[in-house]
């Protein structure tokens, strides 16, 4: 067997069947297809079934422990030469793993990993959170773009690995939160060879509302405080940016505020003040300017999200949203990372640090 896909999913039967019906319709079929239920109370049964006569396809139950493990657990059950992870909430175009195999051949590597894209039947908010997360403008690039600010490293919803190599690293740490990146540091601290394939990339849902956008990127600024703990020296310039975004948003509404503040009394003294008097004028002008000034940076990278977005999308709507994405995708971000950097290293806590724990895969 060329290839093992492991998929591990919670409460989500009707992801894990689009997903089936796309590694169908795969011009390359050397692949099997492993299932892990991480202890769902909504499983996938009846959907692995469906697919079973078309699809050389393994389903597994086990208790919940997150997607790591159950990638790990996945890992067992394979008999590929490669192991494929993907999130349940993937669907591949036809040529995906041909293009991986191609790639392969053309240039072997033992790890790889491929981008994502939207969908254009996915919502506009799950258009937009795309934009926020794949964007040069918001990370850098950092999720398989060929533009991007630093080395490439695969995600769990779209990388592959060498069997042998996989099970020289132990697999996925016991992570709650960004036990991926943890997994492609090691692979380069092993001296393996990883590349990005840029053909190789899927529609990915994503998250469904800003809500739970924020959830999942909050967690992730909190699991890059403890990424540097495990691995030191693997802070970038780039991770730091939404904490220093976050940071300049606070003070320019403070300012913004405190702007608003001094508008109000210049155009109360203004009211209250006797004929000739213009200390009401100055007042009001000088706060006008603060407020001014305050938002021009915030309006400004605003715009430039919009038109960004609206060049990619085609989209007024997807452009118009893209810009409360963009700005949840680096302030949840950053508030995580700011939050998790003054448990450890104010407050001398040690461990890994996570907010939202109701679920991984929210």
């Not at 297809?33 to 393994?58: F, M, T, W, Y």
């Not at 407020?291 to 060049?311: N, Q, R």
């Amino acid at each position: 067997m060329r290839y093992s896909v492991i998929i591990p999913v919670f409460n989500r039967p009707d992801e894990v069947d689009e997903l089936l019906t796309s590694l169908e319709e795969q011009t390359f079929q050397d692949f099997e297809v492993i299932v892990v239920e991480d202890g769902s109370s909504k499983d996938c049964q009846e959907q692995v079934k469906r697919h079973a006569d078309r699809l050389v396809c393994r389903y597994y139950v086990k208790h919940n422990s997150g997607p790591g493990s159950s990638r790990n657990y996945g890992a067992e059950k394979a008999e590929g030469e490669f192991f494929i992870v993907l999130d349940s909430d993937v669907v591949l175009p036809p040529g995906y793993m041909e293009a991986v195999e191609r790639a392969l051949r053309e240039t072997g590597c033992d790890a790889f990993g491929g981008p994502d894209r939207a969908h254009p039947d996915f919502t506009v908010t799950q258009k937009a959170i795309n934009y926020a997360m794949t964007s040069f403008l918001t990370t850098g690039g950092i999720r398989g773009g060929k533009k991007q600010m630093e080395k490439f490293h695969p995600r769990s919803f779209n990388m592959g690995v060498r069997s042998s190599v996989w099970r020289a690293l132990g697999g996925f740490a016991p992570m709650r939160f960004g036990e991926d990146i943890d997994f492609s540091m090691r692979l380069f601290e092993s001296g393996a060879s990883v590349r990005l394939i840029p053909e190789a990339w899927v529609w990915h849902k994503r998250r469904t509302d800003f809500r739970k956008f924020f959830r999942q990127v909050y967690n992730s600024g909190m699991a890059r405080i403890h990424l540097t703990a495990r691995h030191p020296g693997s802070m970038k310039i780039v991770h730091m940016l939404p904490a220093v975004f976050t940071i300049s948003v606070l003070l320019l509404l403070t300012f913004f505020v405190c702007g608003a503040i001094l508008s109000l009394s210049g155009l109360l003294a203004l009211c209250n003040a006797e004929p000739g008097c213009n200390m009401g004028i100055v007042v009001l002008l000088s706060g006008c300017v603060v407020m001014t000034v305050s938002m021009f940076p915030l309006l400004l990278y605003a715009l430039a999200l919009f038109v960004d977005s609206f060049v990619k999308n085609r989209s007024v709507r997807v452009a118009l949203l893209s810009v409360p994405a963009s700005f949840v995708q680096l302030t949840g971000y950053g508030l995580g990372f700011i939050r998790a950097a003054w448990k450890r290293y104010v407050r001398g806590e040690r461990g890994e640090m996570t907010a939202f724990r109701e679920s991984f895969y929210d």
